[in-house]
């Protein structure tokens, strides 16, 4: 009981601290972000990319043979007379900690990288003993810039969502749906089945925004006059290059129409790209399922956010403070026992598979930002939003 | 027998925490989606014997009856418990060597078979599956191709690329081979080929050769692959197709020659007689004609086979072709030989591909390291269900609500099982990083209704947890909606992880998420 109650004091006292202070607690995650850019761009200018990339996505090969003697120091210089990229680590058990195999990572295609490891180890490789992964340097250039879209799609489908979900205005949903829709189009133009979705979808918010409540003569015809420019673009001039201005658009309509939903898509980006930096400053080489788990992440990090923003805005219990405090101690539980879960399926998985310990690995990144993001960016800007606007 | 207990087992606990009230309708779906789904993974941890995979065609198990699916229980009065048993038998009946015809008495649970044979029966088997649950090829071992024509290629087109393809693995004796048309974000086709168990070591030139079989007498063809020109190939069987010379080479190791008939139609033998009869006699071996029948496949020259002088002018429907294999050994030597008279006879049977292919990814994955990782994931599993129960434990410290989140987790996995299962979806890595998504999800839904319905607030119970609720189909939406681009990513390799977690999450949404709101607010209202 005393226990309880010295913890309410300390509380009170933190919560008067956080009265006062939240705005500028805005500071850190407004530095991280700035910091993130300012180092992306960098990495852009000197890589071209703001990944290091594996060889599932430049193309190469990965052969992995059960080993248990082989000297992985001494395999990695031999292998590097001939192949200067070439990448060898071990694969060891995590019952035993015992070297069970390795495997060779080398941007040479198949035969070549099989023969050189046979000369250096002395014996053939068999379908007993080893797997052997080729992917052309076509084929997954393409597999990478299909996959950037699906994550810029999937972004561009979240925010939508968030939107939908949490803005007022009927007429701005509909806009919204028109242009997010056009933006998923022309990101995956190949899919027939997402192209029927999408003018449905834009017809869809056609009818939001002509039934929208404020029914004023010059809303028609904005909405209208949107609603056929998005068509034509559709139809006849689908090119990557007008993404930008939807981008900009919607980023607009997101800001001046729903802050909280602005909020929730801010934190989503801001633990997208922070996860980014802390990976490439580990050097990690991303393969096509390091960039699955960054889509994983924007579905983890938009829970918290989701649930933060419910419990301010739709919930009357208590203050604000309050119910920040509610919804922090729900999030910050999820947010640990994923945590938890994800930590010990990276630790008896680690010295064995690349491709799961990759996946363990951003998202474990990705889940202590989301911390800061959820409970710092986006609390302290809905807190800020909700006094402006004298919601209580 | 598990089943029904388990069902059991449940329902009785469910009396005994639950005597006063009745149970809702939702707790009632979820326990009835969870019977459904343990009896669409079907375990199977008891059964005994081996099944047949694949039988091979005309072989004298095949013109016994024997098919595949049927269980083998025991052969020569010996039972047969798994894989180990059968090869060890095998083995122990056909020692190297011998030559001599042994009799095999194969009982199975539909026949008894006897073979009286020289040869291990052609016959593939696996050790009958714990479970309806496939794994994906690279956790269960094999290989997979994608396969990209240099051409733009349309639908109708990949059909045809994949029927001649098919053939092509019946024809050659591949008989676990998966072959299917994807395509990707981009609008790129592709045929991926999916073959289960050991790679094949022609896979690639299986694959990607086109096919092209001429035999041409200088410039003029007389016959080509397929079916147009050639009638029949004469193959398994010894009188017309065979190795029929093994010699040491000149430049060291062996050199073997095979040799099988080939069945002209009417129109090639007329051609060929047209163009034989303006051909010249050899003067210097006046058996043979001056010019040579040059054989190429995709246009490389394999042989020149000398042309009888009797053959001069005639139609001669049957044309004897051969070809050579080389080896370090005799052994080496011979099994290439057969190799290439096997891949020659393939090409010849199938025919050409109107288009050269290439192969644009390649994955061969050994069985044995899919086997270890297989128990180092159900380790990882379980690790982390006993990391979140302790957090969940240490944060909540109600044991009824607890468990009811694990279990609620827990048959959240057995309905991911079950519907995959169900649909005979292959379970590879991504997949499984997508059940893994999904549990982590539910675990965090679970999380929100828990907390909802125990907070002491001015609102009803139920109204909070209709706001679990929204919260929940909230987070749904833009889950779903940032998986569904992945679905075509990537010429479908990473379809698995958008099913899995898509299949997790709808029936968590709908089923079990519903049926855990309602435990708490009987566990709540008690």
């Known amino acids: ?392 | 027998m598990d089943i029904k207990c388990f069902n059991a087992k449940v329902v009785h606990g469910g009396q005994a925490h639950n005597m006063k009230f009745n149970w809702g309708w939702k707790i009632w779906l979820l326990i009835i989606v969870l019977i459904l789904s343990i009896l669409a993974i079907g375990p199977n941890f008891f059964g005994k014997g081996v099944v047949v995979k694949s039988v091979e065609p005309n072989s004298s198990a095949f013109n016994q009856g024997m098919r595949s699916g049927e269980i083998i229980s025991s052969i020569n009065s010996q039972t047969i418990n798994n894989a180990q048993d059968y090869s060890n038998i095998i083995s122990s009946i056909f020692t190297t060597g011998s030559n001599e015809s042994k009799r095999i008495d194969i009982k199975t649970d539909k026949n008894d078979y006897v073979l009286l044979s020289s040869q291990v029966p052609n016959i593939t088997i696996e050790d009958i599956p714990k479970s309806r649950i496939q794994t994906g090829l690279d956790l269960r071992g094999g290989a997979r191709a994608l396969v990209q024509p240099d051409t733009v290629i349309t639908d109708k087109q990949l059909d045809d690329l994949i029927q001649v393809s098919t053939n092509r693995f019946n024809v050659f004796g591949l008989s676990d081979v998966q072959i299917s048309g994807v395509s990707d974000l981009s609008g790129n086709k592709y045929m991926l080929v999916e073959v289960a168990g050991a790679t094949p070591n022609d896979l690639q030139d299986l694959i990607s050769q086109q096919g092209k079989f001429e035999a041409k007498i200088g410039n003029s063809t007389i016959f080509e692959g397929g079916k147009k020109d050639i009638s029949d190939v004469c193959r398994n069987d010894a009188s017309c197709s065979g190795v029929v010379s093994c010699d040491p080479a000149q430049q060291g190791g062996y050199l073997c020659e095979f040799r099988f008939t080939v069945y002209l139609t009417a129109q090639a033998a007329q051609r060929q007689a047209d163009i034989t009869s303006n051909v010249s006699i050899d003067p210097s071996a006046p058996q043979y004609l001056s010019q040579k029948l040059d054989l190429y496949v995709d246009s490389k020259l394999v042989d020149s086979l000398s042309i009888g002088a009797d053959l001069k002018g005639q139609a001669a429907t049957q044309i004897s072709i051969q070809g050579p294999g080389t080896g370090n050994t005799q052994d080496e030597a011979m099994s290439n030989a057969l190799d290439n008279m096997k891949r020659l006879q393939t090409i010849l049977i199938t025919g050409s591909l109107p288009y050269k292919l290439n192969i644009v990814k390649l994955d061969t994955i050994s069985p044995n390291l899919g086997n270890s990782f297989t128990w180092l994931l159900i380790l990882a599993g379980i690790a982390s269900l006993l990391a979140v129960s302790i957090i969940i434990f240490i944060r909540y410290r109600k044991v009824k609500a607890s468990l009811a989140l694990l279990f609620t987790s827990f048959s959240e996995l057995i309905i991911i099982l079950g519907v995959a299962a169900l649909i005979k979806w292959n379970l590879d890595l991504p997949s499984i990083a997508g059940i893994l998504a999904t549990i982590g999800t539910g675990v965090d839904s679970q999380i929100v209704i828990l907390d909802e319905a125990k907070r002491g607030s001015q609102s009803s119970l139920s109204e909070r947890i209709k706001r679990a609720i929204f919260i929940i189909l909230a987070s749904y939406a833009t889950a779903v909606a940032s998986l569904l681009p992945l679905y075509w990513a990537g010429a479908g390799l990473l379809k698995g992880f958008a099913v899995t977690t898509i299949i997790g999450i709808t029936a968590g949404v709908f089923i079990s998420r519903p049926a855990f709101a309602e435990m708490i607010r009987k566990l709540e209202n008690h």
């Open chain 1, 1 to 392: 009981m005393e226990n309880q109650q010295h913890q309410t004091e300390q509380s009170t006292h933190v919560r008067g601290w956080y009265d006062r202070h939240y705005k500028w607690l805005l500071l850190i995650p407004a530095i991280l972000i700035l910091f993130s850019l300012v180092y992306l761009f960098n990495f852009y200018s000197t890589n071209q990319d703001i990944i290091y990339k594996d060889v599932s996505l430049t193309g190469g090969t990965t052969i992995t043979i059960s080993d248990s003697h082989v000297n992985i120091a001494s395999l990695q210089t031999e292998l590097k007379t001939q192949f200067p990229d070439v990448i060898v680590r071990s694969i060891s058990d995590f019952r035993t900690q015992k070297q069970v195999g390795f495997f060779v990572e080398t941007k040479a295609d198949a035969n070549t990288a099989k023969a050189a490891i046979e000369k250096v180890i002395g014996y053939n490789l068999t379908s007993d003993n080893s797997s052997v992964e080729f992917s052309g340097s076509n084929l997954s250039s393409g597999f990478y810039s299909q996959l950037k879209n699906a994550v810029f799609a999937a972004f561009l489908l979240m925010g939508w969502v968030v939107f939908i979900i949490f803005a007022e205005s009927r007429k701005m949903k509909g806009i919204a749906t028109i242009l997010s829709f056009l933006g998923l189009s022309i990101l995956l133009p190949a899919i027939p089945a997402i192209n029927m979705l999408s003018l449905l979808a834009m017809f869809c918010g056609l009818i939001i925004c002509l039934t929208s409540k404020n029914k004023v003569r010059n809303d028609y015809l904005i909405s209208f006059s949107i609603f056929v420019v998005s068509v034509l673009l559709f139809f006849i001039y689908p090119n990557p290059i007008i993404l930008i201005p939807i981008a900009a658009a919607l980023i607009f309509i997101y800001v001046f129409y729903s802050i909280p939903s602005f909020a929730v898509i801010l934190s989503a980006f801001a633990d997208i790209i922070m996860t980014v930096v802390v990976a490439d400053i580990l050097k990690m080489q991303l393969s096509t399922a390091g960039i699955v788990a960054f889509l994983m992440l924007i579905g983890y990090s938009v829970d918290t956010d989701i649930l933060l923003t419910t419990r301010l805005l739709k919930s009357k219990d208590g203050n604000v403070n309050h119910r920040i405090f509610g919804a922090f101690k729900t999030g910050i539980t999820m947010t640990l026992t994923a945590i938890a879960a994800v930590a010990v399926s990276f630790t008896v998985i680690y010295g064995f598979s690349d491709t799961l310990r990759q996946i363990f690995g951003i998202i474990l990144i990705g889940l202590f930002f989301d911390i800061l993001n959820t409970w710092i960016s986006n609390a302290s800007m809905l807190k800020w939003y909700m006094e402006v606007k004298h919601i209580t």
